[in-house]
């Protein structure tokens, strides 16, 4: 029996921002087991299959959840349109998971895109929409954001249309995974001061986005809270090839509150944190590189 469908609206809408507040409290990522075990009003509501990567509730008209298992930062990253090319599931191109997602692109109904990349690890993005159908190709196209639902043909979109959904694409999707890497890399602790608080963590970079080595894969990034964030990127704050953190010598010479005394002055010195996977760890080239930046200021 199918809930009314005013009521799968609602309930959609609430497991949407259930997901975006839980996603934000965790450092941009939820776990299988919290996703398993969702309940709403005393009722358990998976948003995400036990076994397979879409979940259509039973008694819900459309999809509510699909998740894209993928290898690396690179993987769904060759479409050159900003947009999610989601293969039909396998077998009749009319039965059940395949009609749910396609009524979800005819009622333009929310669902939740799901990027995971490292085990029970799980990015959202949501809302996303699924706005386009090609049965020739056996694929949905996955957008996220509302507008690209009002473009006529988003399979032959302009160049400016597919530029617009490209930076969505970095925004919503590319940056948040990127972050989500770094998180679970570094345990959620700042490297520097290992702070813990997920709220007050960014994931930065080494290289810079604009630079072309610039890649969002861990070992371009370190896990840093706001203040030795900006302190790196200001160079008041220097961490050497060799993974020691280095504080600017005007910055060692003034004299403040606690703050600066213990957050940054008592940095000096100090060994990183880096990641217990070798891989994942800061590239020393790339820290080299920064670090003449860092030396040529102080
Ligand atoms: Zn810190």
């Known amino acids: 029996m199918s809930v009314d469908s005013a009521v799968e609206r609602a309930l959609r809408l609430q497991v949407i921002d259930w997901v975006n507040q839980r996603a934000e409290e965790n450092g941009g990522f939820l776990r299988?087991?919290?996703?398993?075990?969702?309940?709403v009003g005393g009722q358990k509501l998976p948003v995400i299959d036990y076994s397979r990567g879409i979940r259509n509730p039973?008694?819900?008209?459309?999809?509510?959840?699909?998740?894209?298992?993928v290898n690396g930062p690179y993987d769904d990253l060759e479409s050159e349109d900003g947009l999610i090319h989601y293969a039909y599931r396998a077998g009749d191109p009319d039965g059940g998971d395949n009609r749910?997602?396609?009524?979800?692109?005819?009622?333009?109904?929310?669902?939740?895109?799901?990027?995971?990349?490292?085990?029970?690890?799980?990015?959202?993005?949501?809302?996303?929409?699924v706005v386009g159908d090609d049965p020739s190709a056996r694929t949905f196209l996955i957008a996220f954001d509302e507008a690209l639902t009002l473009?006529?043909?988003?399979a032959s979109m302009s160049n400016a249309q597919k530029e617009y959904a490209m930076r969505l694409a970095r925004q919503r999707l590319h940056q948040p995974a990127f972050r989500t890497r770094i998180m679970v890399a570094y345990s959620s602790r700042c490297a520097v001061c290992q702070l813990k608080y997920s709220?007050?963590?960014?994931?930065?970079?080494i290289l810079p986005d604009s630079d072309e080595r610039g890649v969002p894969t861990t070992d371009n990034g370190m896990a840093l809270c706001k203040i030795h964030h900006v302190a790196y990127d200001r160079e008041m704050l220097g961490i050497t090839p060799d993974y020691v953190v280095k504080v600017s010598p005007q910055v060692l010479q003034d004299s403040d509150g606690p703050m600066l005394t213990h957050g940054l002055q008592e940095m000096h010195d100090r060994k990183l944190v880096v990641p217990k996977?070798?891989?994942?760890?800061?590239?020393?080239?790339?820290?080299?590189?920064?670090?003449?930046?860092?030396?040529?200021?102080?």
């Open 151 to 154: 473009i006529p043909d988003p």
């Open 100 to 129: 749910k997602l396609r009524n979800a692109y005819v009622t333009r109904d929310p669902i939740i895109f799901f990027r995971k990349e490292v085990a029970n690890v799980y990015t959202p993005v949501a809302p996303a929409f």
């Open 58 to 69: 039973a008694d819900f008209a459309s999809t509510l959840s699909i998740v894209s298992t």
């Open 32 to 39: 299988r087991e919290e996703l398993l075990n969702f309940t």
């Open 199 to 205: 709220a007050l963590l960014d994931a930065a970079h």
């Open 277 to 298: 996977r070798a891989a994942d760890r800061p590239n020393r080239d790339y820290l080299a590189e920064r670090f003449e930046g860092f030396a040529r200021a102080s």
